[in-house]
């Protein structure tokens, strides 16, 4: 695998990266604002926002009052909202793929309670398993 691939995938396998990234979908944000939402320390969400702003997940713009210092807000990017959709879309096809490989076992299973394999006993024993295996409810 490619070592920028395992760069974004550690970075939204974090939770709190992701919850920061939730925040942000809503429009711009000030970190001390999602730090607040989030109840975490505002280093804690600045430490995330950078690296998220390094991958290119989200952006970074500041606001000139007339009076006072200017006000740095992050918003998804493009390309943060762009990478999220297909990340969506990986994970619906990985989950297809899976759903279509518990029926092919359990095709197989159905076969072997039909034929006098194995008993009813353990073919539901097996179904089972092969359920929370699959992820299938």
Known sequence: ??????EI???LS????VAVIEELKNGREHPEDIARALELKRQSVDKHL???????????????PP?????????LS?????????ADELAE??????????????????HSLIEGEIS??????RLESMKRRYRIE
């Open 50 to 64: 950078l690296l998220l702003n390094a991958l290119g997940i989200v952006e970074r713009d500041a606001i000139f």
């Open 67 to 75: 009076e006072g210092r200017p006000r740095i807000l992050y918003r």
């Open 14 to 17: 974090s939770k709190t990266r």
């Open 93 to 110: 096809r990985h989950w297809k793929r899976m759903y279509l490989a518990y029926l092919a076992e359990k095709r197989i299973l159905d």
């Open 78 to 86: 493009d390309a943060g909202q762009i990478l999220l959709e297909d």
């Open 120 to 125: 009813e006993e353990i073919y539901l024993s």
């Open 1 to 6: 695998m490619e070592e920028k691939t395992l």
């Open 9 to 11: 995938l550690k970075a």
